[in-house]
């Protein structure tokens, strides 16, 4: 009677350490936002609409002009940010949507943002912001003059 105690008693302990030890593993910290980037612009006047002219790293304003009734940017967030904010010549855009980045761990390392602009324009200087949702909660900006 005495090692089945024993026995039972190891088991509820080690049975509680590998719920431990489980929980610990998947309960890891967000990374910090540390980038913001543009990397696309679609509108009616690039290729119809049809697909986002990449945007290189470094890039100041598009390659290409656009134009028409609706504008699309996408940028990159790499870290965990909230308050997403953004302008087109200073008139605010919509968060459209939102898509994790996944890594091959499948662990979340970010996000893509699609803001939408759905009113006629010519040109202007595309701006957004997040901050960081962990430390040191910082808020990243990301500018692209859009000819």
């Known amino acids: 009677m005495k090692n089945s105690v024993n026995v039972s008693a190891f ?8 719920v431990s030890a489980t929980r610990d593993a998947f309960a ?16 009616p006047m690039y ?6 002219e990449k945007i290189t790293a ?28 953004a302008t087109l010549g200073g ?10 980045l996944v890594g091959f761990d499948r662990k979340v390392y970010g996000y ?3 803001y939408t602009y759905e009113k006629p324009f010519t040109s202007g200087r595309f701006k957004c912001s997040a901050s960081s949702l962990t430390f040191p909660w910082g808020t990243k900006t990301a500018w692209l003059n859009i000819r």
């Open 28 to 43: 890891q910290p967000a990374p910090a936002l540390s980038e913001m980037r543009v990397i696309g612009v679609a509108s």
């Open 112 to 114: 893509l943002r699609y």
């Open 91 to 100: 008139m605010s855009m919509k968060l459209a949507k939102s898509e994790p």
């Open 11 to 18: 088991v509820v302990i080690l049975a509680l350490f590998m």
């Open 47 to 52: 290729k119809n609409g049809t697909e986002f």
């Open 58 to 85: 470094n890039n100041l304003a598009t390659p290409n002009d656009h134009g028409g009734n609706w504008l699309i940017v996408l940028v990159e967030e790499r870290g965990y940010a909230n308050g997403q904010f």
